[in-house]
Nanobody, 124 residues
Framework: QVQLVESGGGVVQAGGSLRLSCAASGRTFSTYVMGWFRQAPGKEREFVAA????????YYADSVKGRFTISRDNVKNTVYLQINSLIPEDTAVYYC?????????????????WGQGTQVTVSS
């Protein structure tokens, strides 16, 4: 079992920045690919970013590439999402998730564990 707890969401003006954190329980954090997804009201959940088990590889949705940075600290059992140059379209609940599969980190249904989400609201 893995428990994931996100933090760092909030209300920011367009152009601002946030850093989301996701703390994981357990001693096997480094054996999971970690991902961030988001879901806006009335929209489907969408992939945002993922990082490989070692942190050596990262993956991004085209809509966030160049603005978002995912990273992980396998000592602190934490994955981060640095969000810069926020736009109103980034408004959503952001979820972190973990998967033991390395097949396709963009596929949400491959993820085994999910956090409760943290709200990000961008005002124009």
């Amino acid at each position: 079992q893995v428990q994931l707890v996100e933090s760092g969401g909030g209300v920011v003006q367009a152009g601002g920045s946030l850093r989301l954190s996701c703390a994981a329980s357990g001693r096997t954090f480094s054996t999971y690919v970690m991902g961030w997804f988001r879901q806006a009201p009335g929209k489907e959940r969408e992939f945002v970013a993922a990082v490989s088990k070692s942190g050596g590889f990262t993956y991004y949705a085209d809509s966030v590439k160049g603005r978002f940075t995912i990273s992980r600290d396998n000592v602190k059992n934490t994955v981060y999402l640095q969000i810069n140059s926020l736009i109103p379209e980034d408004t959503a609940v952001y979820y972190c998730a973990s998967t033991s599969s390395s097949y396709n980190p963009r596929e949400w249904d491959l993820y085994d564990y999910w956090g409760q989400g943290t709200q990000v609201t961008v005002s124009s």
